[in-house]
């Protein structure tokens, strides 16, 4: 079957860092997405990997390796609005999205 | 960037009555549109993929004369919720797939919370 696994849960300072993983085991690979959800909004976009290695955008940064099923997203100088959860979601050979149950991010001061 | 809305934001029907709701994209055409839903601190639900001028295709346990979709043009797409039921409460979303962007992502409506009383 078709499996996305992230932490449920994570809580860090801010102005730190921190890594979000998720793994995955999909019928076919066609990109991994990551996406921001604030409680009660709908998910924004953040980033795409379709070929391994590191995409920087500003303070977040998305990992791929394709042939280790793994990504991680890295957010860096956390700030409270990061407070949300982070879904990882894998594009399969249908071209349908395949969802993780996402991380809820916990910002202390 | 693409942009898709969503409306109503909000509704509170009473038992037995039918929702609908719609889903529309807003500066590019989607071919393509998707509807979930999402209980509370549960991940996304895939329910239907909506094809323009063609019918949906519904996921497995999700039943197609319960939740009506209707994709009758490049930007807009509607759910139905027919004979609600307090168990049909639950945040709705549609997205909507832009053939022309870089990554084929899904951009997301701002959702709509049903309350079934």
């Known amino acids: 079957g078709q499996n996305i696994d992230q932490p449920t849960e994570m809580t860090a300072t801010e102005g730190a860092i921190v890594q979000i993983n998720c793994t995955y085991q999909?019928?076919?690979?066609?990109?991994l997405f990551w996406y921001q959800q604030h409680a009660g909004e709908a998910p924004t976009f953040l980033s795409y990997?379709?070929l391994d290695g590191l995409e920087e955008k500003g303070r977040f940064s998305s990992f791929l390796s394709r042939s280790k099923g793994y990504s991680y997203l890295l957010l860096k100088e956390l700030q409270m609005k990061d407070s949300a959860s982070y879904l990882c979601?894998?594009?399969?050979?249908?071209?349908?999205?395949?969802w993780g149950a996402g991380t809820k991010l916990i910002i202390k001061p | 960037g693409a942009v898709v809305s969503q409306h109503p934001s909000r509704v509170i029907c009473k038992s037995g009555t039918s929702v609908k709701i719609e889903c529309r994209s807003l500066?590019?055409?989607?071919?393509?549109m998707f509807w979930y839903r999402q209980f509370p601190k549960k991940s996304l639900m895939l329910m239907a993929t909506?094809?323009?001028?063609?019918?949906?295709?519904?996921e497995q346990g999700v039943e197609k004369d319960k939740f009506l979709i209707n994709h009758a043009s490049l930007t807009l797409s509607t759910l139905t919720v027919t004979s609600a039921h307090p168990e049909d409460s639950s945040f709705y979303i549609c997205?909507?797939?832009?053939?022309?962007?870089?990554?084929?992502?899904?951009?997301f409506g701002p959702g709509t919370r049903l309350t079934v009383l």
């Open positions: 997205s909507a797939r832009d053939l022309g962007s870089s990554y084929n992502e899904q951009f």
């Open positions: 500066d590019f055409q989607a071919t393509t």
């Open positions: 909506s094809n323009e001028g063609s019918k949906a295709t519904y």
């Open positions: 999909t019928s076919g690979f066609n990109g």
């Open positions: 990997n379709v």
């Open positions: 979601a894998v594009m399969d050979s249908n071209y349908q999205l395949i």
